[in-house]
């Protein structure tokens, strides 16, 4: 098959325009003053390959792959024809047989590579005659020799030629993937970029609402700081505040922002009355008469007998709802809400109940230079489990008279508990204390695995769903008869730890504002280990 000359022009046409340049090359020839005797017949036999080369043409349409051996071989039978009629051995047109040969190459297989050589030869013999074999037998060996060396030359550069071209096609296709990789490499760079900044940006959002916040000593400053952030975070145009101090939702503290239609607020009254449980970002449709389809979307915080917080954010149509992201913020900054608002009810509570007075503000500024303190350790810090272990010992010793204070955090295979900072058991190895999360655990791990608080009062026997089991019954730092378990709760209620607090060498009974403190703090500690968590993630 002919090496195409233009990749635009097929293969068969590129032949047919050889072909007819070969006949008209060699008609011309014919026609010169220096033409020998056969001159009329070797024109003859080039107006003939013409016709040839057209009908070839005309019987290779529609036909695709290489080029039929019948018409290579036709090629051949025309060159050995000239070289006869032209001087035999001496004919210079002997040339075109290697030219045929050349304008194969390369071959597609030995088998063409050995057959058009060995064609050659037949028809080169027959047209130099039997006198050349005794007169030029050194010319007509060389001749042949050449007609067998070209083609096999040919095949071996074509063999390379295309192992080249592989290998050139392997490596473009590794160099794709490579670049594919690189690719999804920097994508996957520049998301975990954007996730990094957006999660900085929220911890750094809860910092900042913390510290305002406790800039406040009273509940409407509070509230304005709520509205804020909460409007920063989701650009909700309308904002709604409940807030009870008991367990009564009529009886409820309602504060808007925004200015919202009189139906929208009755709506969120309804909604709030008769809706039970704590929940982060449910979202809601609801028609409301004179506005429209609006979206609400409700975050509470309730507990069985204790205070009720909710807030709801209303979108009218046509308006962004919230992203996962801002939900997480909002949530966290409801934990934070709920947490400022308890803070502020307790010492209110001391204020109103005008005892020790001086001690208990006392505590509470100790409380909120522990909270910075462990707020700042987490956003500055690596390891904050030096700071939490300095708030243990101050807690313990100087606030409220506990004889032991213990963290305890799931070990990686979340088969433990292990204490990780302890105040309180002398020289006992911390290392050592670590029960599993089973029933033997006792009172710590039904704590941690039902994520809620456990306070037993010494009155009578430890139940057994209470106790350790052998052989961690052994550990003298965690044995007591007078203790209470808090559980470490996240803002989606997931229990990261638990705090233990027992007075196994007083006897006195633990009172039940040292209680409260205690779950006070170990929701700050819980704050704190998720916003850490978030950082690391990030």
Same mark, same amino acid.
């Given at each position: 098959?002919?090496?195409?000359?233009?990749?635009?022009?097929?293969?068969?046409?590129?032949?047919?325009?050889?072909?007819?340049?070969?006949?008209?090359?060699?008609?011309?020839?014919?026609?010169?003053?220096?033409?020998?005797?056969?001159?009329? #017949?070797?024109?003859?036999?080039?107006?003939?390959?013409?016709?040839?080369? $057209?009908?070839?043409?005309?019987?290779?349409?529609?036909?695709?792959?290489?080029?039929?051996?019948?018409?290579?071989?036709?090629?051949?039978?025309?060159?050995?024809?000239?070289?006869?009629?032209?001087?035999?051995?001496?004919?210079?047109?002997?040339?075109?047989?290697?030219?045929?040969?050349?304008?194969?190459a390369?071959?597609?297989s030995?088998?063409?590579?050995?057959?058009?050589?060995?064609?050659?030869?037949?028809?080169?013999?027959?047209?130099?005659?039997?006198?050349?074999?005794?007169?030029?037998?050194?010319?007509?060996?060389?001749?042949?020799?050449?007609?067998?060396?070209?083609?096999?030359?040919?095949?071996?550069?074509?063999?390379?030629?295309?192992?080249?071209?592989?290998?050139?096609?392997?490596?473009?296709?590794?160099?794709?993937?490579?670049?594919?990789?690189?690719?999804? #490499?920097?994508?996957?760079?520049?998301?975990?970029?954007?996730?990094?900044?957006?999660?900085?940006?929220?911890?750094?959002?809860?910092?900042?609402?913390?510290?305002?916040?406790?800039?406040?000593?009273?509940?409407?400053?509070?509230?304005?700081?709520?509205?804020?952030?909460?409007?920063?975070?989701?650009?909700?145009?309308?904002?709604?505040?409940?807030?009870?101090?008991?367990p009564?939702k009529?009886?409820?503290?309602?504060?808007?922002?925004?200015?919202?239609?009189?139906?929208?607020?009755?709506?969120?009254?309804?909604q709030?009355?008769?809706?039970?449980?704590?929940?982060?970002?449910?979202?809601?449709?609801?028609?409301?008469?004179?506005?429209?389809?609006?979206?609400?979307?409700?975050?509470?915080?309730?507990?069985?007998?204790?205070?009720?917080?909710?807030?709801?954010?209303?979108?009218?149509?046509?308006?962004?709802d919230?992203?996962?992201?801002? $939900?997480?913020?909002?949530?966290?900054?409801?934990?934070?809400?709920?947490?400022?608002?308890?803070?502020?009810?307790?010492?209110?509570?001391?204020?109103?109940?005008?005892?020790?007075?001086?001690?208990?503000?006392?505590?509470?500024?100790?409380?909120?230079?522990?909270?910075?303190?462990?707020?700042?350790?987490?956003?500055?810090?690596?390891? $904050?489990?030096?700071?939490i272990?300095?708030?243990?010992?101050?807690?313990?010793?100087e606030?409220f008279?506990?004889?032991?204070l213990?963290?305890?955090?799931?070990?990686?295979?979340?088969?433990?508990?292990e204490?990780?900072?302890?105040?309180?058991?002398?020289?006992?190895?911390?290392?050592?204390?670590?029960?599993?999360?089973?029933?033997?655990?006792?009172? $710590?791990?039904?704590?941690?695995?039902?994520?809620?608080?456990?306070?037993?009062?010494?009155?009578?026997?430890?139940?057994?769903?209470?106790?350790?089991?052998?052989?961690?019954?052994?550990?003298?730092?965690?044995?007591?008869?007078?203790?209470?378990?808090?559980?470490?709760?996240d803002?989606?209620?997931?229990?990261?730890?638990?705090?233990?607090?027992?007075?196994?060498?007083?006897?006195?009974?633990?009172?039940?504002s040292?209680?409260?403190?205690?779950?006070?703090?170990?929701?700050?500690?819980?704050?704190?280990?998720?916003?850490?968590?978030v950082?690391?993630?990030?």
């Amino acid at each position: 098959m002919f090496r195409p000359m233009n990749p635009r022009v097929s293969p068969r046409f590129q032949r047919l325009v050889l072909r007819l340049l070969f006949g008209t090359g060699i008609l011309l020839w014919s026609l010169t003053g220096d033409a020998v005797a056969f001159a009329r #017949y070797v024109a003859f036999l080039a107006i003939s390959f013409g016709i040839w080369a $057209i009908l070839i043409f005309v019987l290779e349409r529609g036909r695709e792959g290489p080029e039929s051996p019948l018409f290579i071989y036709s090629d051949i039978v025309f060159a050995g024809i000239l070289v006869a009629l032209t001087g035999r051995i001496d004919s210079e047109f002997h040339l075109l047989l290697y030219f045929i040969i050349a304008m194969r190459a390369p071959y597609t297989s030995w088998f063409q590579a050995l057959t058009i050589p060995g064609v050659c030869t037949l028809i080169y013999l027959p047209a130099v005659g039997s006198d050349a074999v005794k007169d030029h037998w050194f010319a007509l060996i060389f001749r042949i020799g050449l007609l067998w060396f070209l083609p096999v030359l040919l095949r071996f550069i074509g063999i390379r030629s295309i192992k080249e071209r592989e290998r050139a096609e392997r490596l473009s296709g590794e160099l794709a993937k490579t670049h594919d990789e690189v690719r999804r #490499y920097a994508a996957a760079l520049e998301k975990a970029n954007v996730e990094k900044e957006r999660q900085l940006e929220a911890i750094t959002v809860l910092h900042q609402f913390v510290m305002e916040m406790r800039a406040f000593d009273d509940d409407e400053g509070v509230y304005r700081t709520v509205f804020t952030f909460a409007h920063r975070v989701s650009e909700a145009p309308w904002i709604f505040l409940i807030h009870s101090k008991g367990p009564g939702k009529e009886e409820a503290l309602h504060r808007s922002w925004g200015d919202p239609p009189t139906s929208l607020a009755d709506w969120v009254r309804r909604q709030v009355t008769g809706d039970t449980g704590s929940h982060d970002g449910i979202r809601l449709q609801e028609e409301i008469k004179g506005v429209g389809d609006i979206v609400f979307r409700s975050f509470r915080c309730e507990k069985d007998q204790g205070p009720f917080l909710a807030m709801y954010l209303a979108f009218p149509p046509g308006h962004s709802d919230l992203l996962e992201g801002q $939900i997480e913020v909002l949530s966290a900054l409801m934990d934070a809400f709920e947490l400022e608002m308890e803070v502020l009810r307790l010492r209110q509570g001391l204020k109103e109940a005008n005892r020790d007075l001086t001690e208990s503000n006392r505590h509470l500024t100790r409380l909120h230079e522990l909270q910075y303190e462990l707020s700042h350790a987490s956003l500055v810090n690596g390891d $904050i489990s030096k700071v939490i272990h300095g708030i243990q010992e101050i807690m313990a010793n100087e606030l409220f008279e506990l004889d032991r204070l213990n963290l305890f955090l799931p070990d990686q295979e979340a088969q433990m508990l292990e204490c990780m900072t302890s105040v309180g058991i002398e020289d006992y190895p911390v290392e050592k204390i670590r029960i599993p999360l089973d029933h033997r655990g006792g009172a $710590i791990s039904k704590a941690y695995r039902e994520g809620k608080k456990i306070f037993f009062d010494g009155q009578d026997k430890v139940p057994v769903d209470l106790r350790l089991a052998h052989p961690y019954s052994e550990i003298q730092a965690i044995r007591s008869r007078i203790f209470v378990i808090v559980p470490l709760l996240d803002y989606r209620g997931q229990v990261l730890g638990v705090i233990g607090a027992d007075r196994k060498h007083t006897h006195l009974p633990i009172p039940d504002s040292t209680v409260t403190m205690l779950e006070f703090f170990a929701r700050h500690v819980a704050m704190v280990l998720s916003c850490q968590r978030v950082r690391e993630g990030a």
